[in-house]
């Protein structure tokens, strides 16, 4: 089972400098930072207009998809900045062009860009992102991360919309329904479609091959959350297996010995007790305690520190 992403929570100094003068024109508002600044990154002009080829530049430099969300000690990310400024310089033309720039980052800002302008276009965008066999590197705040160039612009629109219109919305009904069937979708995207919805019975069979199968924990976590009697035996023997991987991190086990304790299956007990005494990161986690009675399991049973 492939591991989860997961973000690392950072808090650093970003330098700043200043850009060589070029023939082009500088607007002097826009920033480059070398925090995430690569040599190796694609700078990609060849098909786009003089107007734009300055801001383009100067998003690939820094090559990192940010937002304009600010963590502890951080400067203006600049990436924010220049995504406005290609906003105010592109027509919807040009940003559906952008779309295809071998530089992924302006990429995803092209489509970003394109959300209020073109919703139409944004499901087929988001299904080819998601299909690339890549990463790009993203900022948000102090979230930082190498993602899928699909998953940024899943969570722009995914956040905003207000809470009461996404179970209603048809475009977000789509991108929920293409990373549900979409062999490619990463655990983290899976994690937010099964996070906030309940789908229709159509949709049971993939996710099944999702939970059984392909060892999702979100696909799982999902069946157990809404159709725990109709797969009770396979959720809990998925669960054991889950637990016994000395592969999987201490949180991901935590969610699987969780959702094992849900059931309040006494049959448990001895592999509960077992694993309890083998790993000691929940012997005095007081979530996990409060559900051991339920499980015919006693204070003077299981260890403590």
């Not at 650093?12 to 070029?22: A, D, G, I």
């Not at 820094?62 to 990436?79: A, F, H, R, S």
């Not at 969780?258 to 448990?268: D, G, I, P, Y």
Request: proline content about 3%; overall charge positive.
């Amino acid at each position: 089972m492939s591991v989860s992403k997961i973000f690392i929570i950072i808090i650093s100094t970003v330098f700043l400098f200043s850009c060589k003068k070029e023939k082009e024109p500088v607007y002097s508002d826009l920033l480059i930072d070398t925090w995430y600044s690569s040599k190796d990154a694609i700078v990609d002009t060849l098909r786009v207009p003089q107007h734009l080829r300055n801001i383009v530049k100067r998003i690939s430099s820094i090559n990192t998809y940010q937002t304009d969300v600010l963590g502890n000690g951080m400067e203006k990310p600049g990436n924010a900045e220049n995504f406005k400024k290609l906003v105010q310089l592109a027509s919807e033309d040009e940003l559906l062009s952008l779309i295809n720039n071998r530089n992924k980052t302006v990429a995803v800002y092209a489509s970003v860009g394109l959300l209020e302008r073109r919703p139409e276009k944004i499901d087929k965008i988001f299904s080819n992102f998601l299909n690339l066999k890549t990463t790009i590197h993203t900022e948000n705040g102090c979230l930082v991360g190498d993602l899928n160039p699909a998953e940024p612009l899943y969570q722009k629109y995914l956040y905003s919309l207000p809470g009461k219109n996404r179970q209603s919305d048809q475009l977000l009904k789509k991108l929920d329904s293409i990373i549900v069937f979409n062999v490619n979708s990463p655990e983290s995207l899976l994690q937010e479609v099964f996070r906030y919805k309940i789908y229709p019975k159509s949709y049971r069979k993939r996710i099944e091959t999702l939970a059984f199968k392909d060892h999702k924990i979100s696909a799982a976590t999902y069946l157990s959350r809404w159709h725990k009697g109709d797969y009770s035996e396979l959720l809990q023997k998925e669960f054991i297996s889950m637990i016994k991987n000395d592969t999987l991190i201490g949180v991901q086990k935590k969610i699987y010995l969780k959702e094992l304790l849900s059931f309040r299956n006494a049959r448990n007990k001895e592999f509960i007790l077992n694993y309890l005494k083998k790993d000691t990161l929940f012997r005095n986690d007081f979530e996990t305690i409060n559900q051991l009675e339920l499980n015919d399991i006693f204070y003077d049973e299981y260890p403590v520190r």
